[in-house]
């Protein structure tokens, strides 16, 4: 049941996203695949060190706060990569 209600939530955003890149030329393209990858790169370290940080104290792990490191590092990304190619 939560499968389906994430794969159905995620269909329309995923397809949002591509009609995004389509819609970009080369060099947006390539600072927003850059981004993405940096801000998945910057997410699964976090994922990976959180439990971690869990045995010393830390809070769980909500996941809104997942969602906003990967929206806030793919808007680094941007930020980073758009002024590399100024």
Request: charged letters at 15%; glycine letters at 10%; hydrophobic letters at 60%.
């Amino acid at each position: 049941m939560l499968v389906g209600a994430v794969a159905a939530a995620a269909g329309p955003l995923i397809a949002v996203f591509g009609g995004m890149l389509r819609g970009l030329g080369e060099l947006e393209r390539r600072i927003a695949a850059e981004a993405l990858a940096l801000s998945f790169v910057v997410t699964i370290a976090a994922m990976v060190a959180y439990p971690f940080l869990e045995a010393v104290g830390v809070p769980p792990l909500r996941p809104q706060t997942v969602a906003f490191v990967l929206v806030a590092s793919f808007a680094v990304g941007i930020h980073f990569f758009s002024r590399r190619y100024e």
